[in-house]
């Protein structure tokens, strides 16, 4: 599968968040090909804050006890650039690349990472996965105007507008 690919399971994931009425942000994890662990947003189902895509499919791969270095040779795939929280749980889950579609210039952690990661880690046993973002930037941005349509206010349509 192609990267394009990839990102497009993780939108059409994203879609069935907003179709619960969730903020349309997925979460695929790949080896090679193959799905491991797959999440969308749950925080209006769960009423809980933190159940991001993203850490709900780490915590599904770290139940399946993968070694590291065959995390290291996994994707993690998202439909919007991963929180502090999320990446520094993708640091530790060893995982080895992120890519993602949409920047999330006030809370995004990705662009911070990159730009401080070495200076602060120069003995670690951790290593920062190597991140791309723009894959499919304009589909996840649909889904997004989407929750903005159907929503209206509210504070999540606030911070949803950050990323527009």
Not at 98 to 120: M, N, V
Request: aromatic fraction near 8%; charged fraction near 25%.
């Amino acid at each position: 599968m192609t990267v394009n690919e990839k990102m497009k399971l993780v939108l059409n994931l994203a879609e069935e968040a907003l179709k619960k009425n969730e903020l349309p942000i997925a979460c695929i994890i790949f080896y090679n090909d193959t799905i491991i662990a797959q999440s969308h947003t749950s925080e209006s189902e769960d009423k809980r804050l933190l159940v991001h895509a993203e850490l709900k499919a780490l915590l599904e791969l770290d139940q399946k006890k993968c070694k590291p270095r065959e995390k290291a040779q996994m994707e993690l795939f998202t439909n919007l650039e991963p929180c502090m929280m999320c990446l520094g749980a993708s640091v530790s889950s060893f995982v080895g690349k992120i890519y993602y579609s949409l920047d999330a210039p006030s809370d995004g952690a990705a662009k911070w990472a990159r730009k401080t990661w070495h200076e602060h880690h120069i003995k670690s046993s951790f290593c920062l996965p190597d991140i791309t973002s723009g894959i499919l930037e304009a589909e996840s941005k649909e889904l997004f105007i989407r929750y903005i349509d159907i929503h209206k206010e509210g504070p999540l349509v606030e911070w949803v507008k950050t990323i527009l």
